[in-house]
């Protein structure tokens, strides 16, 4: 089978299943719902507060992460459901050549609508403070914008390796949720210093205007995609070795 289309039946996979498409979709669907219910009800008053707004204006990325999580997992793990991994390698029988394959295909996804969404998020919110608004011409908006995409097709790229090696989306996902929800806080109010190289504390310093601490802002989304550079190997690794 030709690399074409090896690519083309990894697409038509995410396409089919309706978990996979249905959590692509979700990351520009949730981020975009969640920037009109914030900033259509206290976006103003939040402005005139005098935080950073460029990071304001990507609030809603909070839960397009999550998602975005959710499509790598779910990208995944329908190949380990009625043995559909081995029906894939019995028709890509190179395993680097279906890995890699995969891993294309979601990345690019992930990263248009990523950067779909992240364009989509700023100019929405904007619409809606007035004389409080900024535009691309505000120092580090359109770098957070290029980046905040960059950022969730990284974060999606981290969750897929994981579940490869893994094998679990419930695993992966009770791994990673409570961590970027929950773990990453905790740890962000004992020890500052560490924090700041967790996957998604890192990764998210492209989001602000003026970034605080060590890393700058590309610095910190570099971070980020060792860290899912470390899972997709661990995840090639899996794949390699374990029997289908």
């Not at 719902?33 to 259509?40: R, S, Y």
């Not at 043995?83 to 029988?93: D, F, H």
């Not at 949720?177 to 504390?201: Q, T």
Request: charged letters at 10%; one cysteine or more; aromatic letters at 12%.
């Amino acid at each position: 089978m030709s690399v074409t289309a090896v690519l083309h039946s990894e697409w038509i996979k995410i396409r089919s299943v309706r978990a996979s498409f249905g959590s692509l979709l979700a990351i520009f669907a949730t981020t975009l719902a969640i920037t009109l219910l914030v900033f259509a009800t206290v976006g103003r008053a939040e402005a005139e507060g005098g935080e950073d707004p460029v990071f304001g204006a990507f609030y809603a990325l909070n839960f397009a992460q999550i998602a975005a999580i959710s499509f790598g997992v779910t990208a995944v793990s329908s190949e380990y459901t009625g043995g559909a991994l081995r029906l894939s390698l019995a028709a890509v029988p190179r395993r680097s050549c279906f890995y890699a394959a995969k891993t294309a295909i979601v990345a690019t996804a992930a990263l248009a609508v990523g950067l779909v969404t992240s364009f989509a998020t700023f100019f929405t919110g904007q619409a809606f403070l007035g004389e409080y608004a900024i535009g691309l011409g505000e120092p580090g908006a359109l770098r957070a914008c290029v980046g905040g995409g960059i950022y969730l097709a990284l974060m999606a790229m981290f969750a897929m390796g994981l579940t490869f090696l893994l094998r679990s989306a419930v695993a992966v996902l009770s791994l990673l949720i409570p961590f970027i929800l929950i773990v990453s806080l905790v740890v962000g109010g004992i020890a500052e210093g560490a924090a700041a190289y967790l996957p998604d504390r890192a990764g998210q310093q492209i989001l602000y205007q003026d970034p605080a601490g060590g890393l700058g802002p590309w610095t910190g989304l570099a971070v980020t995609a060792l860290w899912a550079a470390a899972a997709l190997g661990a995840g090639w690794w899996a794949t390699d070795r374990r029997d289908a």
